[in-house]
């Protein structure tokens, strides 16, 4: 049985929603449920205590630059001052030991959380935010950033402002889209800011370094380009801070708290959108491992023809091998017009077929002039089991090799869930002597769920298509296109892509303009004339050199 990528249901996001719950409420809540981790002013503190600034007495608050200030008691310090130690002792003894109600609803509150973001990715980002490693793998980057950012603040002094938040969201924009880097940024932002009881000017700027980026990042050809968005983030929300202080109609000395260096809050603020982006740079095989993506550079590699898996089809499935290639063009074309992965979609096409090398002669492209097909001795539904194992076959053949999964998917996917309209057609004709359904003569794959892979499935069977058209035409082109794309959607086939109304109108733009150009009509040389009037054939040309022919030229100007 075919084994394709596992979509998420409702069931698995109620499970993963309260896993995720589960770990942040014991998170966000193991200094208060520990004992030892209990801060007394007079000994050193065992971790670094936060008290939100509203909790502080009006007496006791501090502002900064503007801005309202925690009391922070550092990790391994002791408080001196005698009001400090008021406040932290009533701090602690008012949230220890936390009631079963607060932890109920913490609980509730990173449930819904979790649930909503595995939801809007299962309904609203796309196929691939449907499959089941996508939303777990997300979930797993997202859990261990803000998982992170609690041990920063729990172990160390640094200002909140710098912690690096903005990482997942640019692998979500670089391997998914902005819907999903966006959705990310904001769950990240919810959980990390519950650390510090959403503090205003807090959650401002966590908000505006981790939808920054979704912004600011639109360059995925080159992922360098991280770094440009993760400091172009980084400015906006301390542009954001600074509105905020001005909003509370307090001033914010921006250059004398610049000239602060080590206590500045605005360079805190920038200092956490660029270790965003250096991060997301450093780190891309952890998130490629966990969602389960490939890096340009592994589709660079499995672009090279000398590739062992393309030798194998361009000496066994010759035919099969060209018409791969001639794929390879049209859908990189087609999915660079629609600004889905270009170089992900030619790598799909060169290796989407590879299941065709067990018996190549099922396939009429690998026969030569005159030789006979097989199915002419086969029965139609033989025919149609023989034809449908090459997805199988392919699928194998590839995860044997180590293929990337997303380079595989193409594999199961370039056929769908479709019928084999031929042979079960000719069944239908023989009287169903079998009383078999269609579902007999379905490939048994999995619709495309992927723009790219939609884009493959359109063009594998429009290409097909095209090679038949005698005396090529506009408008029999046009036929061909229209008439492909609309028995998928008649068939629900592109249900699941994420292709929009748009999309498919600009694919059958190019794809039409396209196909013009590859079979237009030539004109004929003059040998062919002949030789189609049976005519005696024109000599052929002899050998000249270079020199010959700069020779013949200087005496025709003499």
Same mark, same amino acid.
């Given at each position: $049985?075919?084994?394709?990528?596992?979509?998420?249901?409702?069931?698995?996001?109620?499970?993963?929603?309260?896993?995720?719950?589960?770990?942040?409420?014991l998170?966000?809540?193991?200094?208060?449920v520990?004992?030892?981790?209990?801060?007394?002013?007079?000994?050193?503190?065992?971790?670094?205590?936060?008290v939100?600034? /509203?909790?502080?007495?009006?007496?006791?608050?501090?502002?900064?630059?503007?801005?309202?200030?925690?009391?922070?008691?550092p990790?391994?310090?002791?408080?001196?001052?005698?009001?400090?130690q008021?406040?932290?002792?009533?701090?602690?003894r008012?949230?220890?030991?936390p009631?079963?109600?607060?932890?109920t609803?913490i609980?509730?509150?990173?449930?819904?959380?979790a649930?909503?973001?595995?939801?809007?990715?299962?309904?609203?980002?796309?196929?691939?935010?449907?499959?089941?490693?996508?939303?777990?793998g997300?979930?797993?980057?997202?859990?261990?950033?803000?998982l992170?950012?609690?041990?920063?603040?729990?172990f160390?002094?640094?200002?909140?402002?710098?912690?690096?938040?903005?990482t997942?969201p640019?692998?979500?924009?670089l391997?998914?889209?902005r819907?999903?880097?966006?959705?990310?940024?904001?769950?990240?932002?919810?959980?990390?800011?519950?650390?510090? /009881?959403?503090?205003?000017?807090?959650? +401002?700027?966590?908000?505006?370094?981790?939808?920054g980026?979704v912004?600011?990042?639109?360059?995925r050809?080159?992922?360098?380009?991280?770094?440009?968005?993760?400091?172009?983030?980084?400015?906006?929300?301390?542009?954001?801070?600074?509105?905020v202080?001005?909003?509370r109609g307090?001033?914010?000395?921006?250059?004398?708290?610049?000239?602060s260096?080590?206590?500045?809050?605005l360079?805190?603020?920038?200092?956490?959108? $660029?270790?965003?982006?250096?991060?997301?740079?450093?780190?891309?095989?952890?998130?490629?491992?966990a969602?389960?993506?490939?890096?340009?550079?592994?589709?660079?590699?499995?672009?090279?023809?000398?590739?062992?898996?393309?030798r194998?089809?361009?000496?066994?499935?010759?035919?099969?091998?060209?018409?791969?290639?001639? $794929?390879?063009?049209?859908?990189?074309?087609?999915?660079?017009?629609?600004g889905?992965?270009?170089?992900?979609?030619?790598?799909?096409?060169y290796?989407h077929d590879?299941?065709?090398?067990?018996?190549?002669k099922?396939?009429?492209?690998n026969?030569?002039?005159?030789?006979?097909?097989p199915?002419?001795?086969?029965?139609?539904? +033989?025919s149609?089991?023989?034809? $449908?194992?090459?997805?199988?076959?392919?699928?194998r053949?590839?995860?044997e090799?180590?293929i990337?999964?997303?380079?595989?998917?193409?594999a199961?996917?370039h056929?769908g869930?479709?019928?084999?309209?031929y042979?079960?057609?000719?069944y239908?004709?023989?009287?169903?002597?079998k009383?078999l359904?269609?579902?007999?003569?379905?490939y048994p794959?999995?619709?495309?769920r992927?723009?790219?892979?939609?884009?493959?499935?359109?063009?594998?069977?429009?290409e097909?298509?095209?090679?038949s058209?005698?005396?090529?035409?506009?408008?029999?082109?046009?036929?061909?296109?229209?008439?492909?794309?609309?028995?998928?959607?008649?068939?629900?086939?592109?249900?699941?892509?994420?292709?929009?109304?748009?999309?498919?109108?600009?694919?059958?733009?190019?794809?039409?303009?396209?196909?013009?150009?590859?079979?237009?009509n030539?004109?004929?040389?003059?040998?062919?004339?002949?030789?189609?009037?049976?005519?005696?054939?024109?000599p052929?040309?002899?050998?000249?050199?270079?020199?010959d022919v700069a020779?013949?030229?200087s005496?025709?100007?003499?």
């Amino acid at each position: $049985m075919l084994r394709t990528r596992l979509i998420a249901g409702r069931t698995s996001g109620l499970i993963l929603s309260a896993v995720f719950a589960s770990v942040f409420t014991l998170a966000s809540q193991v200094e208060v449920v520990l004992e030892p981790l209990r801060v007394d002013p007079m000994r050193p503190a065992p971790v670094t205590l936060r008290v939100p600034s /509203s909790y502080l007495p009006t007496e006791a608050k501090r502002t900064r630059r503007g801005l309202p200030q925690p009391l922070v008691v550092p990790r391994g310090e002791v408080v001196n001052e005698p009001q400090s130690q008021r406040i932290v002792r009533a701090f602690e003894r008012e949230r220890r030991p936390p009631e079963g109600s607060t932890l109920t609803g913490i609980w509730i509150s990173y449930f819904v959380i979790a649930y909503i973001f595995l939801a809007y990715l299962r309904l609203f980002t796309g196929g691939r935010g449907g499959l089941l490693r996508t939303q777990a793998g997300l979930l797993v980057l997202i859990g261990a950033t803000c998982l992170a950012a609690k041990l920063l603040l729990l172990f160390t002094a640094l200002s909140p402002f710098i912690l690096p938040l903005a990482t997942v969201p640019l692998w979500a924009a670089l391997y998914f889209n902005r819907a999903t880097a966006a959705a990310s940024g904001l769950v990240i932002t919810l959980v990390c800011a519950s650390f510090l /009881s959403f503090a205003m000017p807090v959650v +401002v700027v966590y908000l505006a370094t981790t939808l920054g980026v979704v912004v600011f990042f639109y360059d995925r050809k080159h992922s360098t380009h991280m770094l440009v968005a993760g400091t172009a983030a980084g400015l906006f929300a301390a542009l954001a801070l600074i509105s905020v202080a001005l909003a509370r109609g307090n001033e914010i000395d921006v250059i004398g708290d610049v000239a602060s260096l080590q206590g500045s809050i605005l360079l805190s603020t920038i200092a956490g959108g $660029m270790l965003s982006g250096v991060l997301g740079l450093l780190l891309q095989r952890i998130a490629t491992a966990a969602l389960g993506v490939v890096t340009r550079g592994k589709l660079q590699e499995l672009t090279d023809v000398d590739h062992p898996l393309l030798r194998k089809m361009a000496r066994e499935a010759p035919g099969s091998w060209q018409h791969a290639r001639a $794929m390879a063009n049209l859908a990189e074309g087609a999915a660079a017009a629609i600004g889905a992965d270009a170089l992900l979609t030619r790598v799909g096409a060169y290796y989407h077929d590879l299941g065709k090398t067990i018996q190549p002669k099922y396939y009429v492209e690998n026969l030569v002039a005159g030789e006979l097909s097989p199915h002419d001795d086969l029965e139609p539904d +033989v025919s149609a089991d023989a034809i $449908m194992a090459h997805v199988v076959e392919g699928v194998r053949i590839l995860r044997e090799g180590g293929i990337p999964e997303p380079v595989v998917e193409f594999a199961y996917t370039h056929h769908g869930t479709s019928v084999i309209e031929y042979f079960w057609h000719k069944y239908l004709e023989s009287g169903n002597p079998k009383g078999l359904s269609d579902a007999a003569f379905r490939y048994p794959g999995m619709r495309p769920r992927t723009r790219e892979t939609a884009i493959l499935m359109l063009i594998d069977a429009i290409e097909a298509a095209a090679r038949s058209v005698e005396e090529p035409s506009r408008e029999k082109f046009e036929g061909v296109v229209q008439r492909v794309s609309n028995v998928k959607l008649r068939q629900g086939q592109l249900d699941e892509s994420g292709l929009t109304v748009e999309d498919l109108r600009i694919l059958q733009s190019t794809l039409i303009d396209t196909l013009c150009n590859v079979y237009h009509n030539r004109i004929k040389y003059p040998w062919q004339d002949k030789n189609d009037d049976e005519q005696t054939q024109l000599p052929v040309p002899g050998v000249a050199t270079e020199q010959d022919v700069a020779r013949e030229r200087s005496r025709e100007t003499t």
